[in-house]
Structure formats: C-alpha cells, structure tokens
C-alpha cells in the first residue's frame, strides 16, 4: 500500500533524524479528516524535488510531526512541459490541470482565448486561480511527485506567442491540421509547449500569431476530444518518445 503524501514548504537542509513539522490546513487534514495516528509512516514533499519518509511521533489539532527516516532528491524532469489551455466551460478547467498534473505537466498557462466561453475577470479571476492551483497541488500529492507543477497567471495570446517563441518546441493542437502530432520529433531536452484552444476552437488570427512565433499546427487523430482532454493526451503521446516515460 502506497504512503501518503503530504505537502511541506521546504526540505532544504533537512537529514535523516530530524523532525519535521507539518502545519496549518495540510496538518488538519491529515489529522481530523484522514485520522493520522503517531507511528504511521508517511511521505513528506516540499514539490521542489525533494522527499522524506518517516513516522508520525505526534499528532495536535493543526499540527503533526514526522521523524525523518529517509532522505531523497530527484533532478527536475527533461524536457519540461508546458500546456496553454484555454479557458473550457463550469469545471472542465480542474478536470483538466488535474490530468495534466497526474502525466506530469510542469507548468499550465491558463489562456483566454478569443473563443473561450469562460472569462476570468476580477474577483472570479482571482478565485478560479487559486482553484486551478489547489487542484494542481492535491493532484501532485495524489500522484506522487516530488516536483509539483505551476500554475501561471492568466495569460493573454501575447503572452503564449512568447512562450512558444522561446520553446524548444511548441505545438497547438487543431483539427484541420494535415501534420499528426506523431510525426513530430521531441527534444530530449530544453522545454515543449503544448496549446490548447477551447471549445469554439482557436481563431484564426491567434493560430497565425502561434504559427508565426514558430508552432506547429498538429493533429492528434479523427476524433475531436474536449478541451479538457486534448492536452493530456497530447503530452502523453509527446512523453511516450522521451526519457521521461522509458
């Protein structure tokens, strides 16, 4: 049975025998709702690539401390990845950083879109954002990964033209696209950028400025998939070819 996994602010300089402190909401949650007792062992991660494990020795109301057994870092994955999604319809849009999380995305650009139906603006903006990242980090816990995935502010098409400009390589995906994305070689290093548009489709002139900035305008298959779920399966195809995945 796997541990579980909880998420601290840092690790840095932490060694086998120390305690370490989880507090606040992380803490509460392992405590009141999943009962964490003294003597489990857990896993502990602060997202930057670093882990522990060891066993629970107490236990408060926001509050619990581990006694660290094991220590260990892993380098940051290559070729990072980084999937532009436009904005999709009600909660299609955690649907979708939660996926993308659990194959192992690094970063997700929240996108509006020409076409998107959704529209982040003030105190919504605010609140959606801070769910896409609640719903990033509960996935990475869930998904045991020592690096957790960032969320970006939400980013206009200005903003994906230089993310693709600076990529490594950079495909937006597309129906009416000749190219299959299984054509396309993979870097083995450097940063991939995935864009994906929303349900209405990227409009014309955003996929001239992507093309212009250097994209690749690709396709996945016959089948058109939601929003939601076309990047996931695009970065699965993409991580299948690299050594992330062998």
């Known amino acids: 049975m796997s541990l579980p996994v909880h998420l601290v602010p840092s690790l840095d300089g932490v060694v086998v025998g120390a305690a370490v402190e989880v507090t606040g909401d992380e803490a509460h949650h392992a405590v009141a709702v999943r009962r964490l007792r003294v003597g489990e062992r857990v896993v502990l991660t602060d997202g930057e690539g670093r882990s522990v494990t ?3 020795r107490s236990t408060g109301k926001r509050v619990f401390a581990v006694e660290v057994a ?7 994955p290559s070729p990072a990845f980084t999937v532009v999604q436009a904005l999709p319809k009600g909660d299609r849009g955690e649907l979708a950083v939660e996926v993308l999380t659990e194959v192992g995305v690094d970063v997700v650009v929240p996108w509006a879109a020409a076409r998107s139906v959704a529209v982040w603006k003030g105190e919504r903006a605010v609140k959606s954002h ?3 990242q609640a719903t990033a980090r509960e996935a990475g816990k869930q998904s045991r990964r020592s690096w957790l995935p960032t969320v970006s502010p939400l980013a206009s098409t200005d903003a994906v033209r230089d993310l693709v400009a600076a990529a490594d390589l950079a495909v937006v995906l597309h129906e009416d696209a000749t190219t299959p994305l299984s054509s396309v070689e993979v870097p083995v290093e450097g940063r991939v950028v995935v864009v994906v548009g929303p349900e209405g489709g990227i409009a014309p002139e955003e996929l001239e400025v992507l093309e212009a900035a250097g994209a ?3 396709r996945l298959g016959d089948e058109v998939l939601r929003t939601s779920t076309a990047g ?5 195809a993409l991580l299948s070819r690299t050594d992330r995945w062998r």
């Open 70 to 76: 094991s220590v260990s870092a892993t380098d940051r």
């Open 232 to 236: 996931v399966v695009a970065v699965a």
């Open 216 to 218: 690749l305008t690709v």
């Open 130 to 132: 801070t769910k896409w």
């Open 54 to 56: 060891g066993e629970v």
